[in-house]
């Protein structure tokens, strides 16, 4: 979604299947937004590239962006 945050709920409601992505670098702001939201945490998608490299032993939350 690119607009108001208060648009989220309705297209929540609308599409209730769709998977969510904050793209904002700063971590701090990221959080903040994420509370704002208040979504549970299965409503975010987690995006790897797929010539990311990662530890084997990395762990990647939900929402994560590689």
């Known amino acids: 979604m ?5 648009m989220s709920e309705q297209l929540r409601e609308t599409m209730p299947h769709m998977k969510w992505l904050i793209a904002i670098g700063q ?11 208040s979504f549970e945490d299965t409503a975010y998608a987690t995006l790897i590239h797929p010539e990311a490299v990662m530890s084997p032993s990395s762990v990647i939350g939900r929402g994560g962006l590689l």
């Open 2 to 6: 690119y607009g108001p945050i208060s």
């Open 27 to 37: 971590n701090e702001i990221r959080q903040l937004m994420k509370e704002r939201l």
